[in-house]
């Protein structure tokens, strides 16, 4: 089973533009949806974006609540998912977790460890 380890968290101020990375323990392509979500306490987890195998394209997905803002992408050869944040709010401190979803022989998905994010002045 693939291991997930996040990367770039922290204390950013509002505005900031902090960027997330997932180092995955095996390839990533082409057997792995990629994506991200976030938690804050007493909520449940909730989706923040994903990107297929193929990379960026129309079928990578943002929410609502972070389209334009942030951006997903991939390096294949580095088994790396990464998230770039900009212009935070502090609605976006949570807990972000990678997320990799095997496609086939069979589905199944696999959570990282997660990575804080407070963003405060």
């Known amino acids: 089973q693939v291991q997930l380890v996040e990367s770039g968290g922290g204390l950013v101020q509002p505005g900031g533009s902090p960027r997330l990375s997932c180092v995955a323990s095996?390839?990533?392509?082409?057997?792995?949806?990629m994506g991200w979500y976030r938690q804050t306490p007493g909520k449940l987890r909730e989706f923040v974006a994903l990107?297929?195998?193929?990379?960026?394209?129309?079928?990578?997905n943002y929410a609502d609540s972070v389209k334009g803002r942030f951006t997903i992408s991939r390096d294949n050869a580095k088994n790396t998912v990464y998230l770039q944040m900009n212009s935070l709010k502090r609605e976006d401190t949570a807990v972000y977790y990678c997320v990799a979803d095997q496609v086939f022989p069979v589905a199944s998905r696999t959570w990282g460890q997660g990575t804080q994010v407070t963003v405060s002045p």
């Open positions: 990107q297929p195998p193929g990379g960026n394209g129309i079928n990578t």
């Open positions: 095996e390839s990533i392509f082409p057997k792995y949806v």
